[in-house]
Structure formats: structure tokens, C-alpha cells
């Protein structure tokens, strides 16, 4: 991606003389208020929000204000380049789509009821991500299937991110299906083994997953489905009832969305326990609040493919996830989703770069990036934010609700335009910095 920063702009500015406007708009603000217009309640406060008071949500986006870049005037920055590479794969860019999941939720819950198919989002999302041939981390929470999605990605680099199951098979199965759906990297994340207090799902009474959304991966794993069948006997041996509440629209609603999600037609889904047995089994395997770092041994034994943990905010943890096998650490507080009043994941960053260098030795593979990647998320909205972040050391960064709110407004282009804005920003601040490579930015850059 060469100078792709005077590209994007002279486009929207050509397009502007015929009268034109930017159909995603360029502005963090401006982008999310236009996602928000076309999403339901339920979709915006779920994509949205945060946990609790929402103070961490707020003070992952302060911290950047709290680093500054310096201007820098009379370099020859004429040709610029954002590639980089990582885990030996050269990218074009620093950047990834983050995993996000129950994604349906940006294109399903559009206000007019302009209903598209579940599984449009990701098919969306992967296009774009091929088209820019940036990585997309593929969720375990998301609404395809991710043998659809690598189909669609091609030969376009895809990690897959792990919610580690309380089910040691349904594990496996997810990281056997991972490696033949070419996923290069395992993201395990770590600080969602209990889902935060999301005071917005909260005051809505509303869980995706439990009307079925965001559980494809499971609903389409052999290992899961066993857990279904032996749920449904069992319950069918102890004469157990399936339906406990008085029904109500809003249930009928909910049994619906999960007889549509589940494989196989939804008049028969309806008139099965499998539908809503499988749900149940989500809810009882999704986490497990017992791991320890000891386990990542487990997980090391069973992939080849480098293991990345997501959620990391302290020193100490990022020096035990490297002590217990990991090969890279992602600097996350999971948008603020999880803990309210939490460290900004900003103010996080510098310290576990210094932790993570310092451990490996400080050495870096002659130009094809760190040893040990630090990747970071969380707060960044902009092309500058990303710059600060790798400024401040990390090694490429994950983009998360603005692709999404891409998504809501324009589908696949909405998800390609958003990237484009903050690749093209990132490129016009390296101009004005003075820098010409992504490699070169540093803590120089930062007025510290
Ligand atoms: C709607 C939504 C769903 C998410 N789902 C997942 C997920 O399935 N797995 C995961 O590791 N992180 C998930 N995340 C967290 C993101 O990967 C990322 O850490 C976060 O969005 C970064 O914060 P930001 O969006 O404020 O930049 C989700 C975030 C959002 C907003």
C-alpha cells in the first residue's frame, strides 16, 4: 500500500465536485451516530456498549489524547509504505479486523426491518478483507460457519480466535477445524471467561447467543452436536419438559430465531428439542473460569500453529503467557466490555512491549518484525490512533467496532471503506511525521 493516503483522499475530493459525499463517513463520530441510525436497539447497545458505567469504554479512547505526536518537517517521506510482516507473513499493512462476534447483529438488526440472512455478515467481511488483504481474525462466536468464511477468503491470511470451552473436545474440534480452514495463528482470549456486566444487554434482557445468534461455529462442530444429542436423550430419559415458562411473543420470537439458526429446515427445527437443547449446551460449555496458565500447555500440545492470548493488560501476565508457550501477546480489554473502570488498554501497552522485549531478549528478525508480536486493541477509531500505538510499541493493532459499524451501513464496502479511512490516515500522519515506513515509527515520534 504505497502513499495510499493522497489515493483515498483525491478519490472522496473527485467524487465531492460531483456532488458526492462519502456514503461511510470519515469522521469516528460521524461513523458510529450513522451505524447507529441503521441498527436496532438491541444491535447498537450490544455492538456499542461497554461494561457497566461505561468508564472504560471511555477511558480507552481519553488515552490517546494522553500521547501526542510531533510533526516533523524537511524529510523526503515521498514514498511511503505501510507493509509490514507478521509471524513471517508479509501484510500489507499493520492492521487486522478483530474478532467480533455475533456479527449478524450489524446486518440482521437494521431498523426498517431490512432483514438480511445471518450469515451475510462474515461473507461481507471477508470480502473486503480479501480485497485489502488484510487478515481477519475469525470469531468462535460468529455467525458463519468458519469453513464459509475461509472459502470466501481464499488465499487472504485469517487467525481464528478461541473462547476456550469448558469442553476439552469441542476445543480441539475448534482448533482442528481452525488449522483446515488455513487459519494461520490461534488468538485465545483470555479475559472473557465471564461475560462482563453489560449494563445495555443488561437493561434490554438481551443475550445473542441465547436466541441462537453468534453460535454458528458451534451448531456446525461434530464435537458440539454430540454434546446436543447426549442433552436431548438425557432429557427425554428423565421425562424432563422442554418448555418451562408461560409462552410469551417475545418467546416465541426467541424460538424462532433459534430454530432459524439451527442447520436444517426451521419448520422441523421448531418441532424438534434440538433447536433450543443446543442453545442450553452453548450457555453451559461457552467459558471456563477454572484455566490456569498451566493450561496453555494443553492447548500447545494439540496445534502446530502460533498461539496468541488477547486480553493481556499487565507485565507480569504478558512474561507467563510467554513462560507458558504462547508466541504473542494482544494488549485488549476487550473494548471495555468486561471490567468498568478499568486501566485504559492504551496505558497498558508500553509496559508490556517493555516486558515482552526485555524477555526475549530484545531482539528483533532483521526486518521481518518482532520476534515475539505485541499486537494491541481497544480505543483505536483512526489512522492516528494507529500510528500512536505503534509509537508506542506494538507491532500492529486490531480494528474493532468501526469495521463493524462499516458493516451496518454499507455491507462489504462499508467494511473496506472504514479500513481504507484509517489506513489513508495513518499514511498522511506518517507524511507529516516525517516517517516513510511503519517500522520506523517509535516513541521518537511521541512528545512523552
Ligand atoms: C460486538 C463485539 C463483539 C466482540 N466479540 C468478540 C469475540 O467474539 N471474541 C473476541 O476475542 N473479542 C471480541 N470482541 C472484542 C474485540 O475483538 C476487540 O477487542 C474490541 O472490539 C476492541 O475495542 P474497540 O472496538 O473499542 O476498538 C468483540 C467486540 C465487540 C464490539
Avoid at 181 to 204: M, N, P
Avoid at 352 to 371: E, K, L, P, W
Amino acid at each position: 500500500m504505497r502513499n495510499i493516503g493522497r489515493t483515498v483522499q483525491s478519490s472522496i475530493y473527485r467524487n465531492g465536485v460531483y456532488g458526492h459525499r462519502p456514503a461511510v463517513p470519515t469522521s469516528p463520530d460521524a461513523l458510529a451516530d450513522a451505524a447507529r441510525r441503521r441498527m436496532t436497539s438491541t444491535g447498537w447497545s450490544y455492538v456499542s456498549g461497554g461494561a457497566g458505567a461505561q468508564r472504560t469504554v471511555a477511558a480507552n479512547r481519553e488515552a490517546f489524547g494522553r500521547y501526542r505526536i510531533v510533526p516533523r518537517q524537511m524529510v523526503d517521506v515521498g514514498e511511503r509504505s505501510l507493509a509490514t510482516t507478521l509471524l513471517g507473513r508479509p501484510l500489507p499493512a499493520p492492521v487486522l479486523f478483530g474478532p467480533v462476534g455475533a456479527l449478524e447483529l450489524a446486518v440482521q438488526h437494521q431498523r426498517g426491518g431490512r432483514a438480511a440472512a445471518p450469515r451475510n455478515a462474515e461473507p461481507a467481511l471477508a470480502r473486503a478483507a480479501r480485497d485489502l488483504g488484510l487478515p481477519v481474525v475469525i470469531s468462535s462466536q460468529a455467525s458463519t460457519p468458519m469453513e464459509d468464511t475461509a472459502a470466501i477468503l481464499g488465499d487472504s491470511p485469517r487467525w481464528f480466535q478461541l473462547y476456550w470451552s469448558s469442553d476439552d473436545a469441542v476445543v480441539e474440534s475448534f482448533v482442528t477445524r481452525a488449522e483446515a480452514s488455513g487459519c494461520e495463528a490461534i488468538v485465545v482470549t483470555l479475559d472473557t471467561h465471564v461475560l462482563g456486566w453489560r449494563t445495555l444487554d443488561l437493561d434490554l434482557g438481551y443475550l445473542p447467543f441465547a436466541r441462537a445468534e453468534g453460535i454458528a461455529q458451534y451448531l456446525s462442530d461434530p464435537e458440539f452436536r454430540k454434546l446436543v444429542e447426549a442433552r436431548v436423550r438425557g432429557a427425554a430419559s428423565s421425562g424432563e419438559a422442554t418448555a418451562s415458562n408461560r409462552p410469551t411473543v417475545a418467546a416465541v420470537r426467541s424460538l424462532l430465531s433459534m430454530a432459524r439458526h439451527h442447520p436444517g429446515p426451521t419448520l422441523r427445527n421448531l418441532t424438534q428439542p434440538y433447536a433450543r437443547a443446543a442453545v442450553e449446551t452453548f450457555l453451559d460449555v461457552f467459558s471456563r473460569s477454572t484455566l490456569t496458565w498451566a493450561d496453555l500447555a494443553w492447548l500447545r500440545e494439540r496445534t502446530t500453529l502460533p498461539i496468541l492470548v488477547k486480553g493481556i493488560q499487565h507485565p507480569d501476565d504478558a512474561r507467563a503467557a510467554l513462560d507458558h508457550g504462547a508466541d504473542g501477546i494482544i494488549v485488549s480489554n476487550h473494548g471495555g466490555r468486561q471490567i468498568d473502570n478499568a486501566v485504559a488498554s492504551l496505558d497498558t501497552l508500553g509496559p508490556v512491549v517493555d516486558a515482552v522485549r526485555a524477555h526475549s531478549g530484545g531482539g528483533t528478525d532483521t526486518g521481518t518484525g518482532a520476534v515475539v508480536p505485541v499486537l494491541f486493541d481497544s480505543g483505536i477509531r483512526t489512522g492516528a490512533d494507529v500510528f500512536t500505538a505503534l509509537a508506542l510499541g506494538a507491532d500492529a493493532v486490531l480494528l474493532g467496532r468501526p469495521w463493524v459499524y462499516g458493516l451496518a451501513i454499507a455491507g462489504a464496502d462499508g467494511v473496506r471503506a472504514v479500513a481504507e479511512h484509517v489506513l489513508a490516515e495513518l499514511d498522511i500522519t506518517m507524511a507529516l511525521a516525517g516517517v516513510s515506513e511503519t517500522g520506523q515509527i517509535g516513541r521518537h515520534n511521541l512528545a512523552l
